[in-house]
């Protein structure tokens, strides 16, 4: 237990369904960020929250995705008429003021586009 | 997106042998970061370094951060079965993202 959730562990929807992925990191994550992760590649980021702003979102992010963090604890991440293309591990990872280098992620929300 | 070039891309070895990878960027960075992922988990960190030039052990995995800022390597001493995996570096400015590898798979056979 990495002490960041995601939840669910694998979603199966057809292309053209929305889908949304949440993500619960530990209190003392102020700082919350989602990656992307095809399969042979390493992770690949999407955006980043300082408690509850976000701060920063990658190209990577079409107008199809978004993401809140309303209070500053959990995140959401809806993507909207799913594509084929969409079919990944999304991953969250969690980070304090304390330990401000190498954060921790979640075990992965595996979406599957049919 | 942006990836790190990390080699080599997969390794075979035999229970018992060290192993070593490394990870090269067009860009410097503040912290170099090794990650090691299993099948369906995400990341879980290995070493973090710091400075230029720093060598860091954690057991029997070592790394280094270039004193270029622009590459890293890991070596793992005496590998075992469950050191099987996917190895990925990251490199991150600040409290910035994570720009992370191409990843580098490990089988171990016994």
């Known amino acids: 237990d990495t002490g960041v959730s995601q939840d669910p562990r694998h979603k199966i929807t057809k292309r053209g369904q929305n889908v949304t992925f949440r993500c619960d990191p530990i209190s003392e994550h102020n700082r919350l960020y989602w990656y992307r992760q095809t399969l042979g590649q390493g992770p690949e980021f999407l955006t980043y929250f300082q408690n509850e702003a976000q701060l920063e979102k990658s190209r990577l992010l079409s107008d199809r995705f978004s993401a809140e963090r309303p209070k500053g604890s959990f995140s959401t991440l809806e993507i909207q008429r799913t594509e084929q293309g969409d079919s990944a591990m999304y991953l969250c990872?969690?980070?304090?003021?304390?330990?401000?280098?190498?954060?921790?992620f979640g075990s992965g929300t595996r979406l599957t586009v049919v | 997106g942006q990836q790190l070039n990390q080699s080599p891309q997969s390794m075979f070895i035999q229970e018992g042998e060290d192993v070593s990878m490394n990870c090269t960027s067009s860009s410097i960075f503040n912290t170099w970061l090794w990650y090691k992922q299993d099948p369906g988990e995400g990341p879980v960190l290995l070493i973090a370094?710091?400075?230029?030039?720093e060598l860091t052990s954690n057991g029997r995995l070592t790394a280094q951060f270039g004193i270029t800022r622009k590459d890293s390597f890991l070596n793992i001493s005496a590998s075992i079965p469950s050191d099987v995996g996917i190895y990925f570096c990251a490199g991150q400015w600040d409290t910035d993202k994570l720009i992370f590898g191409t990843g580098t798979r490990l089988q171990v056979f016994p």
């Open positions: 990872a969690g980070a304090g003021t304390v330990n401000n280098y190498g954060y921790t």
């Open positions: 370094l710091y400075k230029a030039g």
